[in-house]
């Protein structure tokens, strides 16, 4: 048996045919480049041609499981993707169905849902039942297993935690994304570093535009990244020291959090950022044992994904087993 999987990005597309083990037999990428409403289904459509011609007949994929940057709403069949114009509420099952046929079974869900499938299937969490993977990329979510079931909420919106609310008084810039990724996702960090450049937000004394003469200093605008955050921090630059903390400290409080509520197995760190800030794992840990629940806590492993970029690809092909 063999089945496919597409993980839809909001820059990227990669499809990839499984046999039923997990193992990858024929892979292929493609970048979105822009493209909007149907032309990203076109895209879709022909890397899900191309994978199943790939295969001799004798062993045809015999569903595809795509997992999408959003929500999907299972009743209608329709994907609420920020990150792709025209994606509002998409008819994608209904697209995906017409072109395949009866040919093939059809499964669609969330990217964090496909993140901690994947995980579970083939990466850092093999077999566990109660597990969650926090993704900290362009932004924050977590997917969510409970007792071996994905936990999706009355309206496909669980997971959504990068509005966590991890500070107070409450800040109208946070409403867009929330607290939690206005400061800590890969471009939260972007944003707490320009506000203490700018000496805005509250900035201790001593902190602001007027003392500061560090390496991010030095940075073009355009050209303040994550990467460059990451590599500051490195050679100690006092700006950067305060940026990572900062989310190392959110990171933390999150998943005390999330051990408190669901008490999982495993916490898997993964997405963009877990790259560069899988050093902190410890750190992490550490901050998370100040404020969660101490049993649980104590019964919870804190690890980076052993999947890179692919857990939402092997959890996509997972989706059509389950």
């Not at 025209?86 to 849902?113: E, K, N, Q």
């Amino acid at each position: 048996m063999t089945v496919i999987g597409i993980d839809l990005g909001g820059t990227k597309l990669a499809g990839a045919v499984f046999d039923q083990d997990g193992q990858i037999l024929a892979r292929e990428t493609a970048p979105i480049d822009g493209r909007a409403g149907h032309d990203v289904a076109t895209l879709l459509l022909e890397r899900l041609q191309e994978l199943r011609q790939c295969m001799a007949a004798s062993d045809a994929p015999t569903a595809v499981g795509v997992s999408v940057p959003g929500i999907y709403r299972a009743q209608r069949g329709t994907v609420w993707a920020p990150n792709i114009a025209g994606w509002d509420d998409f008819p994608l099952r209904d697209v995906l169905r017409d072109a395949v046929g009866r040919d093939m079974d059809v499964v669609i869900d969330s990217d964090r849902a496909a993140y901690i499938l994947g995980e579970t299937w083939r990466g850092a969490a093999r077999g566990a039942r109660d597990a969650i993977f926090l993704a900290v990329g362009t932004g924050i979510g977590a997917g969510i297993l409970v007792n071996g079931a994905i936990l999706r909420g009355s309206g496909d919106v669980a997971g959504a935690i990068g509005w966590l609310a991890l500070e107070r008084p409450y800040h109208p810039k946070w409403k867009a994304c929330g607290c939690f990724e206005h400061q800590a996702s890969g471009p939260g960090l972007v944003r707490v570093a320009r506000a203490l450049l700018d000496g805005a937000d509250g900035t201790e004394e001593g902190d602001g535009r007027d003392t500061y003469d560090g390496e991010l200093r030095r940075v073009l605008p355009d050209n303040l990244t994550t990467a460059a955050i990451f590599s500051a921090h490195a050679r100690g630059d006092t700006l950067a020291t305060r940026v990572v903390d900062n989310a190392v400290e959110l990171w933390g409080m999150a998943a005390a959090n999330l051990v408190s509520l669901f008490n999982p197995e495993t916490i898997i760190f993964g997405g963009g950022v877990f790259g560069p800030a899988a050093k902190f794992i410890d750190r992490i840990r550490d901050e998370a044992e100040r404020w969660a629940q101490p049993i649980a806590v104590r019964q919870v492993r804190f690890v980076c994904t052993t999947l890179s970029g692919d857990a939402g690809l092997y959890g996509a092909g997972r989706l059509t087993m389950i």
